[in-house]
């Protein structure tokens, strides 16, 4: 399995794309109008946050408009220099605005893993201290200032709000809008229900901290028991390399040594000019065993993009060296033709 990187290791990467939306963004004004113009207020403020704290901060439309932009220069591109290279790598340049659409969600997702992993012992420290006497609003700022990353950072959030004169209830509800977290969500809106009804609030966090730590428990347990099936979807998807690579190799090695002399070396400018797009297959392979694995451990192919890159590269390159590195050893075999 690939090693999963937390938010502020992801967030590192963050000003490079500012830089790259900053630059475009001069000659993508006009997408950025057409994209505000159609986006509604509500969603745009979501989309700003996601990109101010997976430390891009720029606003969203300037991000997208230069997405837009460079997904058609790097296409006409990458069309010209595969028409002159003849290589599917001549593509490359698409990974530029292929990687501004994934970053902020990878982030994301680093980040609520981390807020959810947090929020069982925040919670327990939210009861202790309601239960030793202090103020809702005490409790949640102790929260904030504790070392709970992320979760710490969204309760900083609370905080300023509350300071704002919004209630309790009205500034986790708006957390739970912030952070795209299921856990999250389900723990804030059972928080405030039962406290508006006029339950305990201490009582509440405890039963909701039980509740999260079981849901927890038994998606510890599912990792466990995919970890294996995860490792062998994993290892396929470059192994799939493995036979192609070297058939086409062989055969372009033998051509070589026989050089025209034979139907396989009449053959071998035929087989060259394959072998170039064949890195498609493992590429493919590599990409869908990725996402099959986050269908396995998560139940969400899109979890299996971190996964999926990784992998369909990792096979692209077994590939790419096998079919470089067999034509030479064959072709010296025998001293040549």
Known sequence: MLPSLGPDALKAFGPLFRIAALLAAPVSFPIARIIVQRMDLDELKRRDYLLRVTNVDVPYEIYMAAVVLYGIVTAVLGLVLLKLLHHPLALAPIALPASMILYPQVVQRARIKEIEENLPDALRQMVEELRAGSSVFEVVKSVAESNYGALSEEFSIVVREMDMGKTFEEAMLDMAERVDSEILRRAIRLTVRISISGGTLADVLEAV????????????????????????????????????GVALGAVMGLGAKSGGATTMGALLPMYQLLSRYMVIYPATVGFLSGIAIGIIRYGDPREGLKFAFGISTASAM??????????SLLAQVGGGP
């Open 209 to 244: 901290e039980n509740d999260i730590r079981e849901v927890r428990r038994i998606e510890l347990e599912r990792q466990a028991v995919t970890t294996m099936p995860c490792l062998t979807m994993g290892m396929g998807g470059v192994i799939c390399a493995i036979p192609v």
């Open 318 to 327: 077994a590939y790419l060296g096998l079919v470089t590195v067999f034509p």
